[in-house]
């Protein structure tokens, strides 16, 4: 039986999302849209429509699980899917994912199901430009905007949003009531620079929509030891700054500077490393003047050589070699220091009027000195442990 073809359209941009799946739905003939609303969570569903060009075909209610409206999505839209495959009269599935879902959860839940009869061609985030900095400075709460996808809901508009622009390979580019400016589209490009943008009207919308998708690379993307982060970038009063170092953080300097650091662009990600903390790979992820910092696994240096083949690749490098039939450990020396390895500090900065100076000063004024360098590992480990507040404990 030929699979039915799936494809995502997210985004808290409603009005650029649902004008995006309209156009496919208008654009492929035999295409229903899929939707679950989770803003009915408070009275214990969640609530199903499948609609095509010309109107409602059915609708329904999903219950909660866990008191969570995104598991019950979870739940509920896999075996709903198979229906549809299984009616055999639906060419594509246009998923419409609520406001705060993001689209990398529902997409490894389809590519995960083990079904035959579904194939996740696209992922798509509808995007509204003149709103793009207006979302990803909220620091609300998604709970405060009524946008919370559970009670332990603790995301907040700007990371939320974030996630869900840098996840796609495919942006839908609607405008609504306010133009962009020429520093809207400029902040977009840098941020996501990878991305295909696609207007809405376009005819190529459908085509970028069943192009395909390779959901572990996607995720590759996104994870902090391998994230292909933006470069180095200045147009319309919209810069990025790539600050690349291999000297550790020393960690009472970096704790002190976080709150500038974090209010310093609008959008900041990267990785990196204490001097405290030598085998950790840190992640930063800020937005919104909110920051998350955590643990994303061992530096490749601070493993056994046994230990790397059991470990999933994981720097850009790794994955390119592993791509080609190279080695781990022949991919890692291309880019790898005599005494750190692959420890490295890599954060990007990007934002409409960016002090480079000022911040490229900061982040060095966080780094341990000549002096502090000299002691060598021992001594770093010895240093007061600023971040266990943020960060589990060093064992």
């Known amino acids: 039986m030929e699979r039915l073809n799936v494809v995502l359209v997210g985004g808290l941009h409603a009005d650029a999302r649902q004008a995006a799946v309209e156009r496919l739905l208008r654009s492929v003939p035999g295409s229903v849209a899929l939707h679950h609303d989770l803003a009915s969570a408070a009275e214990g569903t969640v609530t199903r ?8 075909l059915d609708t329904g209610e999903a219950p909660l699980v866990n008191d969570c409206a995104c598991c019950a999505l979870r739940e509920d839209l896999v075996p709903e899917l198979e229906r549809l495959a299984a009616g055999r009269t639906c060419r594509l599935a246009i998923v419409e994912l609520w406001d705060s879902v993001e689209p990398k959860a529902m997409a490894e839940v389809i590519s995960g199901c083990g079904s035959r009869n579904l194939a996740l ?3 798509l985030t509808a995007v509204d430009p003149a709103l793009l900095l207006p979302y990803l400075g909220c620091g609300d709460d998604l709970a405060e905007a009524g946008l919370a996808a559970a009670a332990s809901d603790r995301r907040t508009v700007a990371d939320t949003w974030a996630r869900q622009l840098e996840y796609a390979p495919v942006l839908a580019i609607a405008t609504g009531e306010e ?3 020429p520093a809207d589209l400029a902040l977009l490009a840098q941020l996501h620079p990878m991305a295909h943008q696609v207007p809405v009207e376009s005819g190529e919308l459908a085509a970028a929509a069943m192009a395909g998708f390779d959901v572990e690379a996607a995720a590759a993307r996104q994870h902090p ?11 319309e009063g919209v810069g990025t700054l790539v600050w690349q170092q291999t000297r550790p953080f020393h960690p009472e300097r970096l704790y002190t500077a976080l709150e500038d650091l974090t209010c310093a662009a609008a959008r900041s990600r990267g990785r990196f490393w204490l001097a405290d903390r030598p085998d950790t790979l840190l992640s930063w992820d800020a937005a919104g003047g909110a920051l998350c910092l955590e643990n994303a696994g061992p530096w490749l240096a601070s493993l056994p050589d046994a230990a ?7 720097l850009p490098q790794v994955l390119d070699f592993v791509r080609t039939g190279g080695t781990p450990m022949a991919a890692a020396a291309l ?9 490295a500090q890599h954060l990007v900065f990007t934002s409409p009027g960016l002090d480079r100076e000022g911040l490229t000063s900061l982040l060095e004024s966080c780094l341990l000195t000549d002096a502090e360098y000299a002691g060598g590992p021992p001594a770093w480990k010895s240093l007061p442990p600023a ?9």
């Open 49 to 56: 429509t499948v609609r095509d060009a010309g109107g409602t």
């Open 121 to 123: 061609t696209g992922v």
């Open 179 to 181: 133009e962009a400016e």
């Open 225 to 235: 030891a391998c994230a292909l982060l933006p470069q180095e970038a200045d147009a």
């Open 308 to 314: 790397w083949e059991m470990v999933p690749p994981m």
């Open 335 to 343: 880019d790898w220091h005599p005494e750190h390895g692959d420890r």
């Open 387 to 395: 971040f266990d507040g943020l960060l589990d404990p060093v064992s």
